[in-house]
Structures are given as structure tokens and as C-alpha cells.
């Protein structure tokens, strides 16, 4: 059963996803030691719940994509050890939700699931980033085009696919993100999509997205493994992703499951930074 | 005959008896009596910077339904989207003691008295939307 946890709920009103999100919040609280943040209160009361968020694992529970709550988190600095999209636990479970604000059958089997899931042990929603592996070095080199500058980081850890994207390695765990030359062919970035924290992903499978006025990019994970974290920031912050996509901008970290065989298809810098000076002379950026 | 589109932004609170009855007043207004007219406004979402949300307020006349003398929906309002048309503070409508309850805050807890604060407070946005609004009151069914 989950326990000691301070809950986020986005506690929408207009769509049944955020009625689905305090029915969890309060059934959670029901007949365990967690404890509700109120996501409108919290505004006015911050010392309260900050304490609270101090001192209990967070659960952040959005209902839908805007992620309202986890907005909150990111504005007030929060770290996140579990999250749920109700909307997206929807679409995964092929539940259909109604408009109206009514929990109805599908809605009620939806809670159930959800709360087995974060009752379960064996659940995928949980587990926080291993505040011990710290990706915090890199070399840079630089190639200017114009007035644009392209910075690749050249540690030999660091890994890279033809689709710019990027995996700092370090043991049994990536960081992953999206290089230069992604951030400045999509100009100011708007919206940032993050992959589910649990969620399994192959190599080469879609890690998030990222959106600017011009176009969205899917951010194609150049290693597997099982999605431990993600960058709070960027939620509440997309910009960052522009003012540097490797140290601010980085995007998810990774328990890697296959690395050894991942490898075989990235490429190292010196091969990264000819293709991407290539792209960037073909389009002209 | 010209309706007027109402918003109608109402407390999300978890805290206390007043949040609880804030939000389903509104939910009552919308859903049993079917003002077709009146749109609700997602105050977690007004504050997390829904575009949307606040514009609608800026051109739309809104009201504030608040659970407590807090009045976090009335000021965020005020303060993302200008002036308010209207707004009501349930504490005054069901009295302070009762809005600050915070034992009784969740929907399979409401008694009787608590149904029929719901009604109360739904009367006063009824009434609001119609001073706002007056043809609101005519086409809707009360």
C-alpha cells in the first residue's frame, strides 16, 4: 500500500480526468499515512505545504496533459518520486472517459486500476532518479555556421544516434536529451512532452516530445532501459532546452538494460560531429 | 433576445467544508440545472497559466465561487484577468463554521444539511449569472 506520500492532484474541474485525479488523491489518503496538497491553496499556504512535500515521497497526479500539478511541482521546486497522467492511464488501459463530470463505470474501474497500480509493489509508476550518478562534466567543441552555434559535448561517454540525440553513460545509467542542432532548427521551444517515469523503452523509441512554432520533434531514445526521471524543469520550463540542451536541458535519465548491445548502433563524437556539420551546412540552418 | 456567455470559476479547495460545496454548487449549476450558457473555468489550471482560461475571463463576464474568506479564486481572477462581475464567498452564504469545516470535506461524507448548502450556494450563482445575464434565466430550465 502506498504509504507516507504527499499527493498532488491537479484537481481540475472541467474535465472528468481531473475529478478522477482527486478521487485517487482522496482515496489515498483514506486509510493510509499520506497526505493531499491542495494545488489551489498551495498557493496561498506555501510554508504548509512545502513542509508537507518535505517531509513525504511527492506523488503527482495530472489529469490530463497540460500537467497542472506537475507544473506546481516544477515552479516549486519539488521533487517528484512518482507520477500519473489519469489520461494517459486512460488510453493505456482503453478506457474511454466521458465529458461529463460524473464518475460513471469506466471512470470507477479506471480509480481501481490506477490504485492497485500505486498500491501494487511490483508497480511501474514509481522509483526517482539515484541522486548519487552525477552527469554533470562535458568537454565541449564547438562549430559556428553563421551566427548559429552548434556545442558537442566530446567525453567519450557520451553517446549519440543519427537522430541528435544524446546518452551520457555512466554504470548502469543514461541521461538522455536532444543535441544543438535539434534546438536550433526548432528555434524557441514551447512545450515540452516527457516520457512516463516506469515506461520500458527500446532503443530508438520515442523518449518524449518537444514542440516549438515551427514543428514538434520526438526525441528518439538512443538507449533501453526503464524511464527513472525526468527533468522537472523542463516542464515548467521548456526555454531551458534552448539555452543548453545537455546540462539543463537534459530530457530523462535511463536504468539501462541492454547497453552493451545499444552501443553497437550509436556513434561517438568524432562520428556525431562531422554528420551533424553536414546537416547543418545541407539545410542551411 | 442576446445571452451573455457567464464564466464561472470556482475553489478547488481540499481543506475544508467550503471548497467541497463550492465545487459541486458550480457542478449543479452546469450539469443538473443546465446552464448551456455558462462555461466553467479550471482554477488549477487558471493558475498554472492556461492561456484559455484567462482570456475567456478577460472577455467574458466571470464569476468567483469561493469555499473560504481566502477568496483564492476572486483574487487569482482579479489578478490574471481583471475585474470580476460577481463573486461569492460560500463562507457567507452556509456561515463560517461550516465552510471551515475540515472534517467533513469529501462528497461521500455530505449529510442531508451539507445537499442542501449545495443547493443554497447554487441559487446564489443562479441569481448572479441572472443579474449578469438576465436572458440566461429564461431559456435556462431552473
Known amino acids: 500500500m502506498l504509504e507516507n506520500h504527499a499527493i498532488l492532484p491537479c484537481n481540475g474541474l472541467d474535465k472528468n480526468a481531473g475529478v478522477i485525479s482527486r478521487e485517487i488523491a482522496i482515496k489515498l489518503c483514506e486509510n493510509a499515512n499520506n497526505k493531499i496538497i491542495c494545488p489551489v491553496y498551495y498557493r496561498v499556504a506555501e510554508g504548509k505545504y512545502n513542509k508537507i512535500a518535505g517531509e513525504h515521497s511527492l506523488l503527482v497526479i495530472d489529469g490530463c496533459q497540460t500537467r497542472c500539478a506537475s507544473k506546481l511541482a516544477a515552479e516549486k521546486n519539488l521533487k517528484v518520486s512518482r507520477r500519473v497522467t489519469i489520461s494517459e492511464e486512460a488510453k493505456s488501459h482503453n478506457i474511454e472517459l466521458k465529458s461529463n463530470l460524473r464518475l460513471l463505470e469506466n471512470e470507477n474501474t479506471l480509480i481501481e486500476i490506477i490504485l492497485n497500480g500505486l498500491n501494487s509493489p511490483e508497480d511501474k509508476v514509481a522509483l526517482s532518479s539515484d541522486e548519487t550518478t552525477v552527469f554533470n562534466k562535458f568537454d565541449y567543441e564547438t562549430y559556428q555556421h553563421g551566427k548559429f552555434l552548434f556545442r558537442v559535448p566530446a567525453n567519450p561517454e557520451i553517446y549519440f544516434n543519427e537522430n541528435d540525440c544524446w546518452a551520457y553513460v555512466i554504470g548502469t545509467r543514461a541521461r538522455i536529451g536532444v543535441t544543438d542542432f535539434v534546438q536550433q532548427n526548432l528555434s524557441d521551444i514551447l512545450y515540452f512532452t516527457p516520457p512516463e517515469i516506469g515506461t520500458e523503452i527500446d532503443q530508438f523509441g520515442e523518449a518524449g516530445e518537444i514542440e516549438s512554432s515551427k514543428s514538434v520533434f520526438e526525441l528518439v531514445s538512443p538507449v533501453s532501459g526503464k524511464v527513472i526521471s525526468i527533468n522537472e524543469a523542463l516542464i515548467g520550463k521548456p526555454e531551458l532546452l534552448n539555452e543548453n540542451p545537455y546540462e539543463l536541458g537534459w530530457v530523462a535519465e535511463i536504468e539501462l538494460t541492454n547497453f552493451e548491445d545499444d552501443k553497437e548502433l550509436l556513434i561517438g563524437f568524432d562520428k556525431y560531429f562531422e554528420i551533424m556539420k553536414k546537416k547543418v551546412e545541407d539545410i542551411n540552418v | ?142
Open chain 2, 1 to 142: 433576445m442576446s445571452v451573455l456567455k457567464v464564466g464561472v470559476l470556482s475553489c478547488s479547495g481540499e481543506e475544508c467544508l467550503g471548497g467541497t460545496i463550492s465545487r459541486l454548487a458550480t457542478r449543479k449549476v452546469l450539469e443538473e440545472l443546465k446552464f448551456i450558457d455558462t462555461v466553467t473555468l479550471c482554477l488549477p489550471l487558471y493558475l498554472a497559466g492556461g492561456e484559455e482560461e484567462r482570456n475567456f475571463a478577460k472577455v467574458y463576464p466571470t464569476i468567483s465561487v469561493d469555499g473560504c474568506d481566502k477568496l483564492c479564486a476572486k483574487r487569482s481572477t482579479e489578478k490574471y484577468s481583471g475585474k470580476i462581475s460577481g463573486s461569492i464567498d460560500v463562507s457567507k452564504v452556509i456561515g463560517n463554521e461550516n465552510a471551515l469545516n475540515t472534517k467533513i470535506v469529501r462528497n461521500k461524507d455530505l449529510k442531508d444539511e451539507h445537499l442542501q448548502m449545495i443547493d443554497q450556494v447554487a441559487g446564489e450563482i443562479v441569481k448572479m449569472i441572472g443579474s449578469i445575464s438576465p436572458d440566461s434565466l429564461n431559456i435556462n430550465p431552473k
